[in-house]
């Protein structure tokens, strides 16, 4: 049986298809008909500036929360400043997306100066299960940052990040390293990597068809004609 060919070569090429004619909505449909039905993340996570959207390559980042204590600790990472925050926003490399997860709403995984670094080194976004700060300097920057709220209360004395490059789950939905990260203010989907190749095929068959659709629709074709016609409503 002869393979498909391929829509793109390489990361980038996808990237351009998903920024020059998909939206999340689209690609949400047809991972239904997959069979991919548990896909999204909770609707609570909303971009930091409408405007952007969010596309990448996870790079999950595991926080927890810390209580100042005096007492001796056996863990060396409780006396490091926010544990391997920094390591972890350095290990960033081209096309990732940070995703932070773990701690409770109690401080901000996330500000400006965070951003910059991120932008400099050609991530594409940040993705927090939890709370953004210095939304304005974001915004500024326009680097794409979901969060599920805002809150200026600092981590530094409240939570550390204690690893990173390692799956998570976040509202029941697993996110390995790698994995591909679509996001816009209607909702962020996580699309297994085994599946994202006939993800964007169909997507790109569905979006294309439903222009067809609409101008047929503007055109004085009747809703229950157009779905028996193009089988897309």
């Not at 068809?209 to 016609?229: D, F, N, P, Q």
Request: some cysteine; hydrophobic content about 40%.
């Amino acid at each position: 049986m002869t393979r498909p060919t391929r829509l793109y070569a390489d990361d980038a090429e996808m990237y351009r298809l998903f920024e020059e004619e998909l939206f999340v909505a689209v690609v949400g449909d047809v991972m239904d008909t997959l069979g991919l039905q548990h896909q999204f993340l909770p609707p609570a996570f909303k971009p930091v500036d409408e405007k952007t959207r969010l596309l990448g390559r996870a790079m999950p980042v595991l926080e927890s929360d810390i209580f100042p204590s005096n007492e001796p600790t056996r863990d060396p990472l409780m006396t490091k400043p926010f544990g391997l925050m920094f390591e972890a926003l350095d290990d960033l490399k081209p096309g990732e997306i940070y995703v932070a997860s773990g701690a409770s709403p109690r401080y901000a995984l996330w500000g400006e100066l965070m951003s910059t670094r991120a932008k400099i080194l050609g991530a594409r976004g940040a993705l927090l299960d939890g709370f953004a700060r210095d939304t304005d300097g974001i915004k500024a920057l326009g680097f794409p940052c979901f969060c599920t709220g805002y809150y200026a209360q600092d981590q530094g004395v409240r939570g550390k990040v204690i690893d990173y490059r390692r799956a998570l789950e976040i509202g029941g939905v697993r996110v390995e390293p790698g994995t591909l990260l679509f996001g816009d203010k209607e909702g962020v989907l996580v699309i297994p990597r085994q599946a994202e190749e006939e993800v964007v095929r169909l997507a790109l068959e569905k979006v294309r068809g439903e222009k067809l659709v609409a101008k047929a629709i503007r055109e004085g074709m009747s809703a229950v004609a157009a779905y028996k016609t193009f089988g897309i409503m």
